[in-house]
């Protein structure tokens, strides 16, 4: 892959600078309040809190990687109550002052894409590495800029945010003052202490609990599925879209100190949830269901999503 994003003549981007080691350039500066990012407070203000415990992780009876199962043991941590939608990530673009360069129509970029946005760098080892934020040629992003901000498609504000890379998924948690939760951590807020087999019970899926359809127009408003909820109240967790996790995809059990952890390393990370369109049979819904996709710079995806976690 290469580094030079303005190379990609057929995708424009999104694009912040992030100083190594630890995303601080992300932090809110300090003319940045609740009052005027009122989305994203408000989803910090509404995280759900999981109690430490030791947690079911894996299934037996399910797919190798899934194998074996074993138990967890996580201290206390919260965790979004919905995916992200797509007004609170482009609030995050707005907030952050992004620069933007290319034609633009209707509020949505050109089709042929255009050059690229202000660059983002994070350093790996000896070198930098650039990394776009969110992939906003695909229509669904569903996220555009006017001219003058980015602002959400009419009508999916409320819907979740997609094409969103590893890195800006990384880089919008950061900015709230969180972090992507790791799968574990998705997997123990999803199943609860009893290790569900879905958010809900045992049940197969149904239109009432997940959000499947196949339409690659269609998804969902985030949080509109309450009987779909996990035993924490967490909404979204099955269909809708699949969300990054923090780790890298390797065989289980989990250990959290073995390097899957290490935000640094090349490969894929872990997805979770199954998503509205591809994985939407009840085996990929299950909530200890495991999916990965490549954190190269380019590689949003318009059926992956996010939500953030956060110490307790």
């Known amino acids: 892959m290469s580094a030079c994003l303005g190379c990609v ?6 694009i912040g600078r992030i100083p190594p080691p630890d995303f ?7 003319a940045i309040t609740p009052q005027n990012s009122p989305v994203s407070h408000r989803l910090q203000a509404e995280m759900i809190a999981i109690p430490a415990g030791s947690y079911p ?5 399910a797919a190798a990687d899934q194998r074996p199962a074993h138990a967890v043991a996580l201290p206390a941590y919260r965790i979004d109550r919905t995916e992200v939608s797509n007004a609170a990530y482009a609030e995050f673009l707005n907030l952050m002052g ?33 990394y776009p934020f969110i992939a906003l040629n695909d229509e669904n992003a569903r996220i555009g800029h006017d001219g003058r901000r980015f602002v959400a498609s009419p009508g999916y504000e409320n ?55 196949g339409d690659p127009d269609a998804t969902a ?10 035993p924490f109240g967490v909404l979204d967790m099955s269909g809708s879209l699949a969300e990054w996790t923090s780790t890298l995809k390797r065989p289980y059990p989990y250990d ?6 290490n935000p640094a390393a090349t490969g894929e990370r872990v997805t979770r949830g199954g998503d509205y369109q591809y994985d939407n049979r009840p085996e990929t ?11 190269e710079p380019s590689q949003g995806h318009r059926q992956i999503g996010l939500r953030c976690a956060a110490g307790a």
């Open 9 to 14: 003549s057929a995708q424009a981007f999104a």
């Open 24 to 30: 601080a350039a992300l932090r809110p500066p300090a």
């Open 57 to 61: 992780i894996g299934r037996d009876d």
């Open 98 to 130: 992004l620069r933007v360069r290319g034609p633009f129509s209707a509020g949505r970029l050109a089709e042929d894409g255009g050059e690229d946005a202000a660059l983002l760098r994070e350093r790996r080892g000896s070198g930098h590495t650039q």
């Open 159 to 213: 819907h979740p945010a997609a094409e969103v890379t590893w890195a800006g998924a990384r880089a919008y948690c950061q900015w709230r003052g969180g972090r992507l939760p790791t799968e574990a951590e998705w997997e123990a807020a999803a199943r609860g202490p009893e290790g569900l087999r879905y958010p809900w019970g045992e049940a197969p899926p149904d239109a009432t609990r997940a959000h499947v359809n």
């Open 221 to 230: 408003p985030v949080g509109s599925l309450p009987a779909g909820a996990s």
């Open 256 to 261: 959290a100190k073995d390097g899957r952890e």
């Open 285 to 295: 819904l299950s909530a200890s269901h495991r999916d990965g996709f490549s954190n």
